[in-house]
């Protein structure tokens, strides 16, 4: 089992370089292809046509962006020159979600950044989701401060049973070779379901891969009780890697976040694989 293709989210934020750095050291690991995909979406300009000299601001605001990514790319092609694994710069023929998704869902993981809650970039919270919720593929999220020399060697399993679960299971094995594990089943009160798998088989599966596992049961409770639950059992734990599947509300909300989810998303302080 291998990663055919490793794609990273590119932006202007303080954390590009250390995503960057972390997907390039996963490409190499796995001897892929590394794409760099600069996705800054710009918003609709009908609203800036009711301001005065309308036509002005748009136009400075496109160079603008297309300044910073040029910057982007420089920094990518620097960093990526001396690698074994060919490096592919990609930019969205159109800036926007749909365009984005289009690009990652040809990759095998996907490496996203989290985004900073002292930000008001409403546009990386809604790329991020997007990733999340409808690529169909695994999403490696990297907090937004912090390095990361090591990543799964120690690796917290969030476990519910659930199709979700299982999915980030098993998308997360070509990345954990001769680890060392720990399954965390915890359930909210809407996961407690008689059909949900068992943590054991969750163990199984890892051990099969060469994986130690010790299995530990936390108290259910409300989403944000499991959510912090998750980060207090990594930290105690000295998890390089959270790995849980990503949940949303209700099935014709695409992108609103379960609050398990969200609660990773704002609080995480290692980088941690989701599924959907």
Do not use: K
């Amino acid at each position: 089992m291998a990663c055919d293709s490793i794609l990273v989210q590119l932006g202007s934020d303080r954390q590009t370089t250390q995503r960057l750095v972390l997907a390039g050291r996963l490409a190499v690991t796995h001897s892929c292809p590394l794409i760099g995909l600069y996705a800054g979406l710009v918003p609709e300009p009908a609203w800036c046509y009711r301001m005065e000299n309308a036509q002005r601001y748009f136009d400075e605001d496109m160079a603008r962006r297309a300044a910073l990514r040029e910057v982007v790319r420089g920094h990518f092609l620097a960093r990526t020159d001396g690698l074994p694994v060919s490096a592919e710069w990609r930019v969205p023929e159109r800036d926007s979600v749909a365009c984005a998704l289009r690009q990652a869902r040809e990759a095998g993981l996907l490496v996203a950044g989290q985004y900073d809650r002292d930000s008001a970039d409403a546009d990386a919270r809604q790329l991020l989701e997007a990733l999340l919720l409808e690529s169909g593929r695994p999403v490696l999220v990297v907090p937004c401060s912090g390095t990361f020399e090591t990543l799964g060697t120690r690796v917290l399993v969030a476990w519910n049973g659930s199709r979700e679960a299982t999915r980030a299971l098993h998308d997360v094995l070509p990345f954990i070779a001769g680890a060392t594990a720990c399954v965390l089943c915890a359930h909210t009160a809407a996961d407690a379901r008689p059909e949900a798998t068992p943590a054991a088989h969750a163990a199984r599966v890892l051990e099969r891969h060469g994986v130690a596992v010790d299995i530990q049961h936390g108290p259910g409770g409300a989403d944000t009780t499991v959510g912090e639950l998750i980060l207090t059992r990594a930290s105690d734990f000295g998890a390089d890697l959270i790995v849980m599947g990503a949940y949303r509300h209700g099935r014709m909300r695409e992108r609103v976040l379960g609050g398990v989810t969200r609660t990773l998303l704002e609080s995480m302080t290692v980088p941690v694989m989701f599924s959907h």
